[in-house]
């Protein structure tokens, strides 16, 4: 058997394995040494192949893509700085559990370490980001050779996706002729045995361990159920659920899929507002903590762990420590919809005055939060997606102020919202790609993102050159980078601030929105800012609507409602003393 007839099946038989293990969208970035990989993925002509010229860019691309089928994604890229370019958002979906199928070409082993061009060390270049790497042997089409192949597609994909999900890496060396030849008899193994996976994936909290929850909760008066950014569809009806059961307050992320409509009256949006007070968070006595998903975007949260010694329960897929506070903790691991299923069981009662106390917090903040304002700003502009915004659609956010700024303004909704971030990492690079990622899904996406984090992903862009994606882009252009202006570098007066923290970008983004042939609109006041939503909401393809805002208005802005909330929740506390 010839080389060019081991490739072709050995590959053929990888690419049919993944597919038959529940792959459906690739993502390959060209180049020569990967041929063999990008020209029978095409060739299978089941999967939805899709071509980006930057490594960067398609990491966060198939990131994207991933977050919203909820299946692996396979990336295909060639030898050499290709892969290298893959890591920042290997990074993300590591952190962010976004089950990836990282496939790099490489030169075969006589070419490495010896000058030859394009050959770098990608032997576990990803180092612990991944979970689990391997290098393929060099394609024979043996039996056993064809099921080794077969067997290491089937292992990549349920690697991913089991127990914890994340990215996988495969390295593929590759000796020339790479060209396939698919005039070949049984390229695919059509008749090659499925694979079965028997998985069991319920939790069931034992008895004993019930027994011991309710016996250290039920001294307990005060508690608080805290609900982070997560990957559960059915969590957030089990949360309401517990709350509801146990008469306590949820603070829920703008991750949790809990600002929707199932939050009813158990749910605390403003909660970030109401803790952003240390007067308020040595006031608040809170006796336990049950912590469900990731760390929230909210700081003051993580402030008010760190600052008091209160007790933690935290449910989690698996043993992680996602305990940023460095305080004592309690975990409990598996299914959390299943943990907060049996936790619902338990016969607990706490302090009945303690969740209207909240109730009463989280309205009394929201009426500062949604006071009609003259000047559009960037709490207003969240206001303004969540007020036009469609049903069933999807809100991208990047990091920095927007994220944050969504975590104060966005409030519960009867609007069915999905919202995503990549919080992994809590990078700004590949924003715009994940965004366009979770686009191809035929869902509307809004992205709200600022202005240096559009620039320095600016080359996802490129994507909707080839493909019919439907974006809303609203454009936070505050000359700089806006969440720097909160922080004690800015106070300090150094006369190198701007160059190095502010960094004004000199860029008109109309130029930008006609180098794409994007529909374009720069935006100053509400009803214009609103107007502008609603026409990109009717029409398919991408939208770019610019909100100029200034840096310093803006922190004194939020900070004018942040002390208004300050002064009303400190008198509510006041009259509830009783309670808290």
């Given at each position: 058997?010839?080389?060019?007839?081991?490739?072709?099946?050995?590959?053929?038989?990888?690419?049919?394995?993944?597919?038959?293990?529940?792959?459906?969208?690739?993502?390959?970035?060209?180049?020569?040494?990967?041929?063999?990989?990008?020209?029978?993925?095409?060739?299978?002509?089941?999967?939805?192949?899709?071509?980006?010229?930057?490594?960067?860019?398609?990491?966060?691309?198939?990131?994207?893509?991933?977050?919203?089928?909820?299946?692996?994604?396979?990336?295909?890229?060639?030898?050499?700085?290709?892969?290298?370019?893959?890591?920042?958002?290997?990074?993300?979906?590591?952190?962010?559990?976004?089950?990836?199928?990282?496939?790099?070409?490489?030169?075969?082993?006589?070419?490495?370490?010896?000058?030859?061009?394009?050959?770098?060390?990608?032997?576990?270049?990803?180092?612990?980001?991944?979970?689990w790497f391997h290098e393929m042997a060099l394609p024979e089409a043996t039996p056993n050779m064809l099921q080794y192949a077969r067997n290491h597609a089937d292992r990549a994909v349920h690697t991913s996706l089991y127990q914890v999900k994340g990215p996988v890496h495969l390295n593929f060396p590759f000796r020339e002729p790479l060209i396939p030849d698919f005039s070949l008899v049984g390229i695919w193994g059509e008749d090659a045995v499925d694979t079965n996976h028997f998985k069991f994936d319920e939790t069931r909290v034992s008895t004993q361990l019930l027994t011991d929850i309710q016996h250290q909760l039920q001294d307990k008066k005060r508690g608080i159920i805290v609900c982070g950014p997560h990957d559960y569809p059915d969590l957030a009806t089990a949360i309401v659920a517990l709350a509801k059961k146990w008469k306590l307050p949820v603070l829920a992320d703008p991750l949790s899929f809990l600002r929707c409509p199932n939050g009813e009256n158990v749910v605390v949006e403003s909660y970030d507002s109401i803790l952003k007070s240390k007067k308020v968070r040595e006031l608040i006595n809170v006796d336990f903590i049950v912590r469900f998903g990731a760390m929230p975007v909210s700081k003051p949260v993580l402030q008010l762990l760190q600052e008091n010694n209160i007790e933690q329960y935290i449910i989690d897929e698996d043993v992680a420590f996602r305990n940023p506070s460095v305080k004592s903790a309690h975990y409990l691991y598996g299914n959390p919809v299943d943990i907060a299923n049996q936790l619902a069981t338990l016969s607990l009662s706490f302090d009945n005055g303690w969740l209207h106390t909240w109730q009463k917090l989280n309205e009394s903040a929201k009426q500062v939060l949604m006071k009609e304002q003259d000047v559009l700003t960037e709490g207003l502009a969240v206001r303004g997606i969540q007020t036009v915004i469609p049903d069933e659609s999807v809100l991208?956010?990047?990091?920095?102020?927007?994220?944050?700024?969504?975590?104060?303004?966005?409030?519960?909704?009867?609007?069915?919202?999905?919202?995503?971030?990549?919080?992994?990492?809590?990078?700004?690079?590949?924003?715009?790609?994940?965004?366009?990622?979770?686009?191809?899904?035929?869902?509307?996406?809004?992205?709200?993102?600022?202005?240096?984090?559009?620039?320095?992903?600016?080359?996802?862009?490129?994507?909707?050159?080839?493909?019919?994606?439907?974006?809303?882009?609203?454009?936070?252009?505050?000359?700089?980078?806006?969440?720097?202006?909160?922080?004690?570098?800015?106070?300090?007066?150094?006369?190198?601030?701007?160059?190095?923290?502010?960094?004004?970008?000199?860029?008109?983004?109309?130029?930008?929105?006609?180098?794409?042939?994007?529909?374009?609109?720069?935006?100053?006041?509400?009803?214009?800012?609103?107007?502008?939503?609603?026409?990109?909401?009717?029409?398919?393809?991408?939208?770019?609507?610019?909100?100029?805002?200034?840096?310093?208005?803006?922190?004194?802005?939020?900070?004018?409602?942040?002390?208004?909330?300050?002064e009303h929740i400190l008198a509510i506390l006041e009259e509830n003393r009783d309670v808290y």
């Open positions: 058997m010839n080389q060019v007839e081991s490739l072709t099946k050995y590959v053929g038989h990888f690419v049919d394995q993944l597919y038959k293990s529940g792959v459906r969208d690739i993502v390959i970035s060209p180049g020569s040494r990967s041929t063999p990989l990008s020209l029978i993925f095409a060739e299978y002509n089941h999967f939805n192949i899709w071509v980006d010229i930057d490594e960067r860019s398609a990491g966060f691309f198939a990131t994207g893509i991933a977050k919203q089928t909820k299946k692996a994604v396979v990336l295909v890229c060639s030898s050499g700085t290709a892969a290298a370019n893959y890591y920042p958002a290997i990074i993300e979906a590591s952190y962010s559990r976004i089950p990836l199928i990282v496939l790099t070409a490489d030169r075969p082993h006589e070419l490495r370490d010896v000058g030859a061009p394009q050959a770098i060390d990608q032997i576990k270049i990803y180092g612990d980001n991944v979970k991208f956010v990047g990091n920095s102020m927007p994220i944050r700024d969504v975590d104060t303004f966005w409030l519960s909704t009867n609007k069915t919202v999905s919202i995503h971030a990549n919080r992994g990492a809590n990078g700004i690079d590949g924003i715009i790609s994940t965004a366009l990622g979770m686009a191809t899904s035929g869902k509307r996406v809004t992205l709200l993102i600022g202005d240096v984090s559009f620039l320095h992903s600016m080359n996802g862009l490129l994507l909707t050159k080839n493909y019919s994606l439907n974006l809303t882009i609203v454009l936070i252009n505050n000359q700089g980078g806006g969440i720097f202006s909160f922080l004690p570098q800015a106070k300090e007066g150094s006369p190198h601030y701007e160059m190095l923290f502010g960094t004004p970008q000199s860029i008109e983004f109309d130029k930008v929105a006609a180098l794409y042939d994007f529909d374009f609109y720069t935006v100053e006041k509400w009803s214009g800012y609103l107007n502008a939503l609603e026409v990109s909401y009717q029409q398919e393809g991408v939208s770019l609507i610019e909100v100029k805002t200034d840096r310093n208005e803006n922190v004194t802005w939020h900070q004018t409602k942040w002390q208004e909330i300050e």
